[in-house]
């Protein structure tokens, strides 16, 4: 029998301010992300990828804090800000926690998706500031 997968919860808040640091786990390795992008497609019906902001903190205490981020689970994580993935013509969708939040990709996402997903965050690093 196949694992039921629970519908998507949106929450209801005001968009991300500007600065608001925006953190991924992992290297973003573009086979890893066009994986996770394709099930959160068959799952909920969109292309998405997972990220993570808390308002007003920085990228390393929002690393350490969010329990699917903080190491040993990921030992690097890309950073960007929420004013870069929207200037890019992406989408931040608060679901789940408080602290999640799906980019939403073009429908299908195709090369020039990826490249620009790729250029709004920063280089992987295990000391994010």
């Known amino acids: 029998m196949p694992e039921e997968v629970p519908s998507l919860e949106i929450r209801d808040e005001p968009p991300l301010p500007d600065e608001a640091v925006v953190v991924r786990a992992g290297v ?11 099930v959160n497609y068959v799952d909920f019906g969109f292309y998405g990828v997972s990220v993570f ?3 007003g903190k920085g990228a390393s205490e929002i690393w350490t804090s969010t329990e699917k981020l903080a190491p040993p689970r990921y030992k690097k ?6 004013k870069a993935i929207r200037e890019a013509g992406f989408q931040l969708l608060p679901t789940w926690e408080e602290t ?3 980019i939403v990709l073009d429908d299908p996402p ?3 998706t990826w490249d620009a997903l790729d250029r709004i965050f920063g280089p992987a690093t295990e000391s994010p500031r």
Do not use: G, N, P, Y
């Not at 973003?28 to 394709?38: D, G, L």
């Not at 994580?77 to 929420?82: E, I, L, N, Q």
């Open 100 to 102: 999640h939040f799906d």
């Open 28 to 38: 973003m390795a573009r086979a890893s992300v066009q994986a996770a992008a394709e």
């Open 77 to 82: 994580v890309r950073t960007s800000t929420a």
């Open 53 to 55: 902001s808390i308002v």
């Open 110 to 112: 195709d090369e020039s």
